[in-house]
């Protein structure tokens, strides 16, 4: 694939997933966590079950994917359940700030798991835009969500926790997806996924709610379920597969500026003049972790 379709495929993943935020936050009034997650999934699960079916048909899954997915799927649903109990315990400005540890955890393993990718480890360029990145990371959370050190021990081990997961799925999806056509492999793992959060739903949530939910409400479940979960998870495997799990989680943490932006205009949540340089400052260190990417790719090709 073209980088530059690539690095497209990334830059619109990691702004889907910067919608979702703002679609929980938006949903808080009307369901509980277990349904939300449970809902979103039963959207994907019939978005994704046609396409099950054909691939089934056309002998698209070997036995090996079959179980594999179970893998991902796992580090998924976990990620999930950690992230839905978090804000019980945990200030909601400490949980953006902890979450986006993912990059760490996600760094270390592509170092550790994918020898094609250990030339990071001595790039220059790409620890100065991580450094510059993280940097305008710390910024944009500290003057935009005012962290708080309030919550329990447990709080903080949950958003740990999600966040470690959340890196396990990553780097799971690249060691045992890496060769799968995206559409692909997403389907198997999402249809694991939704039955695990799905069966979930309904052992601890409220689905009978869906019978007093507005049109509007349901409309928009479906939206950010395709948007954050089908389109996001689809073009991240993209990302994986050619620009690698470390600049693509490192770019990621484009997310936090990306969600401030639009609550800015959904929210009404005002930007101070040091979010917008903090946010500035993340763009430019992911830029410059995209550019140690074609760098190496350039010499070595």
């Known amino acids: 694939m073209n980088k530059k379709l690539a690095v497209a495929a990334l830059l619109i993943s990691v702004f889907s997933g910067s919608t979702v935020p703002l679609f929980l936050k938006y949903f808080t009034p009307y369901l509980d966590a277990w349904t939300v997650n449970g809902f979103r999934y039963i959207v994907v699960f019939f978005i ?22 179970l893998i ?21 400005g400490l949980i953006g700030f902890l979450i986006k540890s993912n990059v760490i955890w996600s760094i270390a393993g592509s170092f550790i798991i994918f020898a094609d990718e250990r030339y990071l480890m ?62 692909v492999s997403f389907s198997l793992i999402a249809l694991y996924t939704a039955f695990g959060l799905i069966s979930l739903m309904f052992v601890v949530g409220e689905p009978a709610v869906i019978y007093h939910l507005p049109l509007k409400i349901i409309l928009l479940i479906a939206f950010s379920a ?23 989680y490192s770019v990621s943490l484009f997310s936090a500026f990306f969600t401030a932006i639009m609550s800015y205009y959904i929210f009404d949540e005002k930007l101070s003049l040091f979010q917008w340089l903090s946010g500035s400052l993340i763009i430019i260190g992911g830029i410059i972790t995209i550019l140690a990417k074609n760098y190496n790719t350039h010499k070595t090709g």
Do not use: C
Not at 72 to 92: E, V
Not at 228 to 240: S, T
């Open 72 to 92: 991902p799927a796992l580090f998924n649903f976990t990620q999930q359940l950690a992230w839905a109990w978090a804000p019980y315990y945990i200030d909601p």
């Open 226 to 248: 395709l948007i954050g979960i089908n389109m996001g998870h689809i073009l991240f495997y993209v990302a994986l597969k050619h620009i690698g799990v470390t600049i693509s």
């Open 48 to 69: 994704m079950l046609p396409l099950v079916i054909k691939f089934i048909r056309s002998g698209k899954y070997s036995k090996y994917m079959w179980k594999m997915a």
């Open 122 to 183: 001595r790039s220059k360029r790409f620890w100065i835009g991580l450094i510059v990145a993280v940097l305008g990371f710390v910024g944009l959370s500290y003057y935009g969500n005012n962290i708080s050190l309030s919550g329990t021990f447990l709080g903080v081990l949950l958003v740990l926790g999600s966040s470690l997961f959340m890196s396990f799925y990553g780097l799971s999806v690249k060691k045992y997806f890496n060769e799968t056509n995206a559409v």
